[in-house]
């Protein structure tokens, strides 16, 4: 079956700091792949997408790679914010699923960052 | 964009009442929905796959007479939750799915935090 792997948690970074965030994944057929993050008391917010291989997903600062021979998408940003603190989700969707297709998260990594 | 707007934000209720949480997407035609819970500090679970017109598909360990699921039409879904208990307190999540072409979006609403007392 599908799953994501997200690294161990949580993360403290200084402001300015360089994040990067691991995701890896198993998957039959060809996934689409997702960064969701979600901020304190609210739902899921859509971070970053890619749909195929080679695709890069960028977003506010964010930008992850989808990476088909490591089975990877992992999520960078070059100089973190205070603002940027919140929980990130990385996710999978298999399109070839068709009415089937839904989504399978990774655990989830609480991202703080400091003044 | 796609949004989707999930009421009530918080409930508070007593034990062995039932809550009503709704799921509506605004602009755009669901004819899938998830329900999703989550734990403190853990990632969410998903719950059930609502489908418009018919039964929802639940995960396995997830009690279908305590978790009601209705997707009468396209644009809402609701998920009851019959004779509420204290452990059911939650952050229950919507999300919809808009289908476009070979590609599928997944939209989120807010989520409800209920509590249970």
């Known amino acids: 079956g599908n799953s994501v792997t997200q690294m161990e948690g949580p993360v403290t970074l200084s402001e300015e700091a360089f994040l990067t965030i691991n995701c890896t994944y198993t998957?039959?057929?060809?996934?689409?792949l997702f960064w969701y993050v979600q901020y304190p008391g609210e739902g899921l917010q859509l971070l970053l997408k890619?749909?195929?291989?080679?695709d890069k997903g960028s977003n506010k600062g964010f930008e992850a790679t989808y990476r088909k021979e490591t089975t990877s998408f992992h999520l960078e940003k070059g100089s973190v914010q205070v603002s940027d603190s919140a929980v990130y989700f990385c996710?999978?969707?298999?399109?070839?699923?068709?009415?089937?297709?839904?989504?399978?998260f990774g655990k989830g990594i609480t991202l703080s960052v400091r003044p | 964009g796609a949004v989707v707007s999930q009421h009530p934000s918080r409930v508070i209720c007593k034990s062995g009442t039932s809550v009503k949480i709704e799921c509506r997407s605004l602009?755009?035609?669901?004819?899938?929905m998830f329900w999703y819970r989550q734990f403190p500090k853990q990632s969410l679970m998903l719950m059930a796959t609502?489908?418009?017109?018919?039964?929802?598909?639940?995960e396995q360990g997830v009690e279908k007479d305590k978790f009601l699921i209705n997707h009468a039409s396209l644009t809402l879904s609701t998920l009851t939750v019959t004779s509420a208990h204290p452990e059911d307190s939650s952050f229950y999540i919507c999300?919809?799915?808009?289908?476009?072409?070979?590609?599928?979006?997944?939209?989120f609403g807010s989520g409800t935090r209920l509590t249970v007392v």
């Open positions: 996710a999978l969707s298999d399109q070839q699923a068709g009415a089937n297709s839904k989504l399978t």
């Open positions: 999300s919809a799915r808009e289908d476009r072409g070979l590609i599928y979006g997944y939209t």
């Open positions: 602009d755009f035609q669901a004819t899938t």
């Open positions: 998957a039959t057929g060809y996934p689409s």
């Open positions: 609502s489908n418009e017109g018919s039964k929802a598909t639940y």
């Open positions: 890619a749909t195929k291989a080679d």
